[in-house]
Structure formats: C-alpha cells, structure tokens
Antibody
Framework: EVQLVESGGGLAQPGGSLRLSCTAS????????MNWVRQVPGKGLECVSF??????????LYADSVRGRFTISRDNAKNSLYLQMNSLTVEDTGLYYC?????????????WGQGTLVTVSS | EIVLTQSPGTLSLSPGERATLSCRAS???????LAWFQQKPGQAPRLLIH???SRATGIPDRFSGSGSGTDFTLTVSRLEPEDFAVYYC?????????FGQGTKVEIK
C-alpha cells in the first residue's frame, strides 16, 4: 500500500522559512516522480512543484507563484521528498500535500498524503 | 495556462440518482490528459479517472469519464451515500498543471 506522510508544517512569520518533508513507503520511491500540491480554502488546488524520478536538472518544475522562493529535492536513499520554503508570504498559507506521480512519464498524480498545514501570519 | 471551468458549482441529488459533472478547458487538452479526483471532508483527493475515460485502480464502474478536446464529463450512474463529495478535474498535459474549482455533490 502506498503511504505518504508529510511533516514540517506549522506557523511561520511573513519572510520566514519552513522545510516540509514527506516520507514514502509501500513502493519503489526512486522510480516515481513526486509533487507538492497545496490547497487553500476558497482558492482550490495548486501544483506547487514537481521533481522527476531522476532528480536531474531540467526535471524540476515550479508554479510561478513560488519560483525562486521554494526548492524541491529528494533523497532516494531515505525515501524522502522535501520542500524548502523561503520568503514566505500570507498567500502561502494552506494545506500542503505530498503526491506521487503515476510512473508512466506523464504528469498524472495517482496517490496523495494527508497533508501538512502551513500557516503564515504575523 | 489552461483554465478549467467546472459546472455546476453545486449539484443537489438523492442517492440512486445520476450525477453529471462538466469540466470545460480554455484550450484543447493534449492527449486528453484530463483527470478527475474526489475529495471528502478532511481527506486528501483520490484519483478516479485519468486519460479522460480510464478508471483508476479500484474505482467502481458507476464512475465514468468522457469527452475530448475542451469538453469533459464525469458521470456517476447511481449515487451511493459515500459518493457525496467534491469533485475536481485536472489537466496534466501542459505545465502548469491546473485544476478546476470543483463541483460539490450534496444530498438533496
């Protein structure tokens, strides 16, 4: 069974930083692309970042809203996905999901974690 | 970016009835890379349909997807109590991948 468990969310001040983590189990982590997707009440779902299975340059995508502030990375040896979030703004508040790509090479998401809540407020 | 518009915003139906949800794209979705997700309160989204019409693993056959190009439909043939939820479409053909705003299916 695919399991994705996020951690690292919490309260941060505007301009501050947080690092989200996602621990994966139940599948061969290194073979799958991974994503961070956030959900903001009233604004819906947004794909924040994507990283391919190879972690090679050119295989990483960011939403325009976070490019230059957020950095996605992965450690295949630890079955873990990360999101370093810097220069946070109140608009970054939301529930952040770790989500697995379907393994086909398309950008389809087929499994989600339960999410970790990020609140940016002074 | 491809904008997805879902309609209606809310659908009020009774168990056993048929639900028809629409998702319209601002431009053609390449290779019909259109997915549908179901989300219940307090839960993560769950993949129902991919490639516009292929059911994901373990999804009951009362769920079906259709459409191509810019117009897509999710149909639930006979609503079960557990089907009352919010449904989102998403295109995964182009970057950025985008979601519709959701359709809530509520008990009438």
């Amino acid at each position: 069974e695919v399991q994705l468990v996020e951690s690292g969310g919490g309260l941060a001040q505007p301009g501050g930083s947080l690092r989200l983590s996602c621990t994966a189990s139940g599948f061969t982590f290194s073979s799958y692309s991974m994503n961070w997707v956030r959900q903001v009440p009233g604004k819906g779902l947004e794909c924040v970042s994507f990283i391919d299975s190879s972690s090679s340059p050119g295989s990483i995508l960011y939403a325009d809203s976070v490019r230059g502030r957020f950095t996605i990375s992965r450690d295949n040896a630890k079955n873990s996905l990360y999101l370093q979030m810097n220069s946070l703004t109140v608009e970054d508040t939301g529930l952040y999901y770790c989500a697995r790509g379907d393994g086909s090479g398309a950008w389809l998401i087929d499994s989600w974690g339960q999410g970790t809540l990020v609140t940016v407020s002074s | 970016e491809i904008v997805l518009t879902q309609s209606p915003g809310t659908l009020s139906l009774s168990p056993g009835e048929r639900a028809t949800l629409s998702c319209r794209a601002s431009q053609s979705v390449g290779r019909n890379y259109l997915a549908w997700f179901q989300q219940k309160p307090g839960q993560a989204p769950r993949l129902l349909i991919h490639g516009a019409s292929s059911r994901a693993t373990g999804i009951p056959d009362r769920f079906s997807g259709s459409g191509s190009g810019t117009d897509f439909t999710l149909t639930v043939s006979r609503l079960e109590p557990e089907d009352f939820a919010v449904y989102y479409c998403q295109q995964y053909a182009d970057s950025p991948r985008t979601f519709g705003q959701g359709t809530k299916v509520e008990i009438k």
